[in-house]
């Protein structure tokens, strides 16, 4: 659901490993589904989407799975860089009305 | 193509001040949201607007806000009487508004002193 102020939950992962990132939407009528990354002082951009007649799809280094039974989205990231640091917000949307974002999850790469 | 604009990037003002953020979205995006986020936290939304008209304001608090789209130039989005707790970053996303997410801008960070 809509992110109501609690403060980030942070996972920290090795270089060099893989990341996955876990979110819970809330309108199970939404049909499409984004990942957004948002570096320190730096608007939220664009990752990967999902439409909801998928329920995998691949970019490059990373995969979106989504699980539309139990309303549940994963962000998978391969051989996590440095870079990769942020947090990660995802996002849901329904026509033409507004994205909800969860509430985000912090990621930190050890190098 | 510019993206989402933003300005100014950063906006200080007295507590009892005047604060007007403005975003112009990008070329072809005649839907524009809102959003605020605190430090160490989520985007909340604020509201959702099209060209001269307000589709969405369910998260803007009741006084001191208000938010315009027009037809020509920016959306505006005006804080009256600042507060403390006003301080906050404040992000624009605009999109062609057929279901298919937003493109951000870099955000405006307001501080009230």
């Known amino acids: 659901g809509e992110s109501v102020g609690l403060h980030l939950p942070t996972l920290s992962v090795q270089e060099g490993d893989n990341s996955i990132i876990n979110c819970a939407y809330s309108?199970?009528?939404?049909?499409?589904f984004i990942w957004y990354k948002q570096e320190s002082g730096k608007g939220p951009q664009f990752i990967i989407d999902i439409r909801s007649n998928m329920d995998k799809r691949q970019g490059q280094r990373v995969t979106v799975l989504l699980n539309k039974t139990v309303k549940h989205l994963s962000l998978q990231i391969a051989a996590t860089q440095p870079g990769d640091s942020a947090v990660y917000f995802c996002a849901e949307n329904r026509g033409y009305q507004k994205v909800t974002f969860g509430t985000g999850t912090k990621l930190q790469v050890i190098p | 193509n510019a993206g989402v604009m933003q300005n100014p990037r950063h906006l200080v003002r007295r507590r009892g001040q005047e604060a007007r953020l403005r975003c112009s979205p990008m070329?072809?995006?005649?839907?524009v949201y809102w959003y605020r986020q605190l430090p160490e936290e989520g985007l909340k939304f604020m509201v959702y607007?099209?060209?001269?008209?307000?589709?969405?304001e369910s998260g803007m608090p009741k006084e001191r806000f208000s938010a315009e789209f027009p037809k020509e130039g920016p959306s505006i989005l005006r804080i009256q009487q600042v507060v403390r707790g006003d301080s906050a970053a404040y992000f624009c996303?605009?999109?062609?508004?057929?279901?298919?997410?937003?493109?951000f801008g870099s955000g405006t960070r307001l501080t009230v002193v």
């Open positions: 309108n199970s009528a939404s049909d499409y």
């Open positions: 607007l099209q060209k001269e008209n307000i589709i969405d």
């Open positions: 070329k072809g995006h005649s839907h």
């Open positions: 996303a605009s999109s062609t508004g057929q279901g298919n997410g937003y493109t």
